[in-house]
């Protein structure tokens, strides 16, 4: 079973800790260049949804396609959801990829798509087991979210805090008593859940965590996840851009 699937790719130019992060350089290419290109590899259509004019241009500068999208989403999902809207297209699948991550792997991207070939999954993303190499320091930082699945592969809870609990061990013991995985912030949906997951209100669990998938979960929705075992490089900040134009230069 074939689905038809739509990237498209949340870029705002207003950050915290990093204004501007879309056009930032990497190499030859702009960050979000990069991004469609990658991601072009594996879909037949990408369209960038912004709400700002200069990453517009510079979309139709290298002959991308972008939408003008509301400054006042509160998620890239929201933004997500309105561009589809606006853009009037049909598709099976709509990905929604990350702007910040320019190494994104088409094989993850196909990945999220393949599990749609199941008519029961509404919404898709992906995990990734973490290495026990890094130590339990970087397990506990709460910027890397965790996750834990059934057996069928669905997830059933993500967290900032280190989950499961491993009982009856010392915390330096963790690593070698059970596997962890982690979350990969890409997801996909079937069009009509995603019309449905924005209009939920914000749950008690996603207010606690600030995770807006323990939106979806509270709700009755289903995540399928798939393993990945691509290392992912976001970039949140300039140092994290210097990472990255140091990995691009090994490649």
């Not at 790719?9 to 204004?19: E, G, Q």
């Amino acid at each position: 079973m074939s689905n038809q699937s739509i990237g498209i790719i949340p870029a705002r130019y207003a950050s915290s800790r990093f204004a501007g992060k879309p056009l930032a350089r990497l190499g030859s290419m702009t960050m979000i260049e990069r991004v469609v290109c990658q991601a072009s590899k594996a879909l037949d259509r990408v369209i960038v949804a912004t709400d700002d004019e200069r990453i517009a241009a510079e979309v139709a500068r290298f002959g991308g396609e972008a939408v003008m999208t509301s400054s006042s989403h509160r998620s890239g999902t929201d933004r997500v959801a309105e561009a589809y809207r606006l853009i009037g297209a049909k598709a099976d699948v709509i990905v929604n990829i990350q702007g910040d991550e320019p190494f994104v792997e088409p094989e993850q991207i196909k990945q999220l798509t393949e599990l749609f070939d199941n008519p029961a999954t509404d919404i898709a993303t992906l995990v990734r087991p973490f290495d026990p190499a890094r130590g339990f320091e970087a397990l506990f930082d709460p910027n890397l979210v965790k996750v834990v699945t059934a057996s069928d592969g669905k997830a059933l809870y993500f967290s900032r805090s280190i989950i499961p609990y491993v009982r009856g061990a010392e915390w330096k013991e963790w690593l070698d008593k059970t596997r962890f995985l982690t979350h990969v912030g890409m997801y996909a949906y079937r069009p009509e859940v995603l019309a449905e997951i924005v209009e939920l209100p914000q749950s008690p669990l996603e207010l606690a965590e600030s995770l807006e998938q323990l939106r979806w979960l509270q709700g009755g929705y289903s995540i399928a996840t798939a393993e990945t075992c691509f290392d992912n490089i976001g970039i949140d900040t300039p140092a994290d851009l210097e990472a990255a134009i140091a990995k691009l230069s090994q490649i």
